[in-house]
């Protein structure tokens, strides 16, 4: 039998029931609480639209892409014109982010793009993505570091600021789509490992932050971007967009800072 199915009843902490069973949340007038029945490891992360209530046992911190191709000089994106020191900005948040992460014991994810040599694993609208010109270097083609954001390439390696932070407990994906849940085993680790909460940050913040943000909403986990850990190389009205977006649809935004004093 479906377990306290009564979908906008009140709930016993007197907040209204939003879902059911193990999976419901509970909104209540001065925040919201996503860990409704954990244990002793809840705690509260003020961000908007409203505080979060999270079951830290249940919370993991997802990083994409701050690699050398998006966020170093001479990388694709310097080398295709566009501006890398805008992607660099996340990654003193990134840092934050990871050590507010150790500190309250919620496992880190690296995510990255990660290609075959032999781009077999790509098709022509994601090619198009990144050749745009005849004389624009795409993926796998050569920069003077190496190929473009191929497997084992320096383009592809996640920047010295992070790479120095990275421990053998945690977990690695690569991606072969903006879409950090596309064809990789990501969402199989987190429900094998019991997270419902993702606390967002990487590059760009408006196209693979953003995709996977939204696909993790799809998959009903809890979403937390953590505004200064995303960066974009596109114009700032693009990340502006996806802040809205998370506020209002996919979850909710906060910082590392607000993150680090979760209590």
């Keep these: ?11 016993d902490d007197g907040g209204v029931r939003l879902g ?10 001065d925040h919201v609480d996503v860990a409704a029945g954990a244990g002793e490891r809840r705690a509260c992360i003020e ?18 892409d701050l690699q050398n191709d998006f966020c170093s000089p001479g990388g694709w994106t310097d080398r295709s014109g566009l501006d890398h020191t805008a992607c660099r900005a996340a990654i003193p948040g990134a840092v934050r982010a990871v050590e507010a992460a150790r500190q309250l014991g919620v496992p880190v994810i690296w995510v990255y793009w990660y290609n075959r040599p032999d781009l077999r694993n790509l098709g022509a609208p994601t090619l198009w993505s990144f050749k745009h010109r005849l004389d624009q270097a795409g993926i796998g083609e050569q920069l003077d570091h190496g190929p473009v954001l191929t497997e084992g390439s320096w383009g592809a390696t996640l920047v010295d600021e992070l790479r120095e ?12 789509r903006m879409n950090g849940f596309h064809a990789t085993h990501l969402d199989q680790v987190l429900r094998a490992q019991g997270i419902r909460t993702l606390l967002f940050g990487g590059v760009n913040t408006d ?10 909403y799809f998959r009903d986990y809890a979403t937390v971007l953590l505004t200064d850990a995303t960066a974009t190389s596109s114009p700032a009205y693009c990340k502006d967009a996806v ?11 906060s910082d590392t800072a607000r993150f680090a004093a979760a209590a």
Excluded at 2 to 11: L, N, P, S, T, V
Excluded at 20 to 29: D, E, K, N, S, T
């Design 1 to 11: 039998m479906w377990r306290e199915r009564d979908i906008y009843g009140q709930a």
């Design 20 to 29: 059911g069973g193990v999976a419901q949340w509970r909104l209540h007038a």
């Design 165 to 176: 932070l990275v421990r053998p407990e945690d977990v690695q994906v690569e991606k072969y």
């Design 47 to 64: 961000a908007e639209l409203l505080p979060v209530v999270v079951d830290l046992d249940a919370t993991a911190l997802v990083l994409l």
């Design 243 to 253: 802040v809205f977006n998370s506020q209002q649809c996919w979850g909710f935004t």
């Design 207 to 216: 196209q693979c932050v953003s995709t996977t943000v939204e696909d993790a």
